[in-house]
């Protein structure tokens, strides 16, 4: 079994910033596709950034310029670096992670518990 915790989520004032960790802890697995994801109150989820393991990266149009993701293989963590923050951007952020089962070699998808960000002044 694996698991995603996050952290680093909090209160922040108008651009201000923050660091998002996520790191997966468990046994014989590789993990592909790692990325971050937000979903407001009232709102679907969405994808706000993710990375493969190749260290390739797309970001949602809103965050390009201000979110930076990027991840370390050897951790088994990806990071989420905010700056310029906004209060539109305020919500719980989810990181997924594509991970891969060393004993099927399949690929599953899983989720952290989400953390919360508010930019508020």
């Known amino acids: 079994q694996v698991q995603l915790v996050e952290s680093g989520g909090g209160l922040v004032q108008p651009g201000g910033s923050l660091r998002l960790s996520c790191a997966a802890s468990?046994?014989?697995?590789?993990?592909?596709?790692m990325g971050w994801y937000r979903q407001a109150p009232g709102k679907q989820r969405e994808l706000v950034a993710r990375?493969?393991?190749?260290?390739?990266?797309l970001y949602a149009d809103s965050v390009k310029g201000r979110f930076t993701i990027s991840r370390d293989n050897a951790k088994s963590t990806v990071y989420l670096q905010m700056n310029s923050l906004k209060p539109e951007d305020t919500a719980g952020y989810y990181c997924?992670?594509?991970?891969?089962?060393?004993?099927?070699?399949?690929?599953?998808?899983?989720w952290g518990q989400g953390t919360q960000v508010t930019v508020s002044s």
């Open positions: 990375i493969t393991r190749g260290g390739s990266t």
């Open positions: 468990g046994s014989n697995f590789g993990i592909n596709t």
């Open positions: 997924q992670a594509n991970v891969v089962v060393a004993e099927t070699g399949f690929e599953y998808i899983y």
